[in-house]
T-cell receptor, first 115, second 117 residues
Framework: AQSVTQPDIHITVSEGASLELRCNYSYGATPYLFWYVQSPGQGLQLLLKYFSGDTLVQGIKGFEAEFKRSQSSFNLRKPSVHWSDAAEYFCAVGVRAGNNRKLIWGLGTSLAVNP | EPEVTQTPSHQVTQMGQEVILRCVPISNHLYFYWYRQILGQKVEFLVSFYNNEISEKSEIFDDQFSVERPDGSNFTLKIRSTKLEDSAMYFC???????????????FGSGTQLSVL
């Protein structure tokens, strides 16, 4: 069965510190992986995605993620966190659903940033 | 960047009442979706819609749910007789019709928080 696990429910980091949010997936075929961010009162915004090719993908807002097939992981990283990065982060895997696709989501990781 | 618009942002209803959640997808998009997130749980896929018909639906999307594109701009989710467990944040999303479907980018609205009392 397809599933996405985000082991950390809540993380707190200091502004300027580095960040890594973990994501593990279970999917039989080639995974299409996504990270979304949800700021308070905002919709879900795509940070980055992996379909194929280079396993290190760059996204918006200075985020990057690395796909590691051997570990079934797609961890999100940022070298220096800003206070505005405080939000909920969701990892998702895309699977075919009829003619469309659907996303299987992780539970999310809530990020708090200390000044 | 273009936006998906959802109204209302928060809806409160009594159990057994009908609710309609409204979404205005991005104008040139052809694929539409509803997801929901119950507090403390994962975001869940409900339904996808293309060419005026449901393309795929989850087990959650039972006979109490329906979707409609009543005109050229709106995409609605109707819950006929709400239950307490329908309380959740409902997200609408839309995407273009690209040849390689997996390359589509989903644009999400900011959600409607439905509270069933």
């Amino acid at each position: 069965a397809q599933s996405v696990t985000q082991p950390d429910i809540h993380i707190t980091v200091s502004e300027g510190a580095s960040l890594e949010l973990r994501c593990n997936y279970s999917y039989g075929a080639t995974p299409y992986l996504f990270w979304y961010v949800q700021s308070p009162g905002q919709g879900l915004q795509l940070l980055l995605k992996y379909f194929s090719g280079d396993t290190l993908v760059q996204g918006i807002k200075g985020f990057e993620a690395e796909f590691k097939r051997s570990q079934s992981s797609f961890n999100l990283r940022k070298p220096s966190v800003h206070w505005s990065d405080a939000a909920e982060y969701f990892c998702a895997v895309g699977v075919r659903a009829g003619n469309n696709r659907k996303l299987i989501w992780g539970l999310g990781t809530s990020l708090a940033v200390n000044p | 960047e273009p936006e998906v618009t959802q109204t209302p942002s928060h809806q409160v209803t009594q159990m057994g009442q009908e609710v309609i959640l409204r979404c205005v997808p991005i104008s040139n998009h052809l694929y539409f979706y509803w997801y929901r997130q119950i507090l403390g749980q994962k975001v869940e896929f409900l339904v996808s819609f293309y060419n005026n018909e449901i393309s795929e639906k989850s087990e959650i999307f039972d006979d109490q749910f329906s979707v409609e594109r009543p005109d050229g701009s709106n995409f609605t989710l109707k819950i006929r007789s709400t239950k307490l467990e329908d309380s959740a944040m409902y997200f609408c999303a839309s995407s273009e019709a690209l040849r390689q479907w997996i390359n589509e980018k989903l644009f999400f609205g900011s959600g409607t928080q439905l509270s069933v009392l």
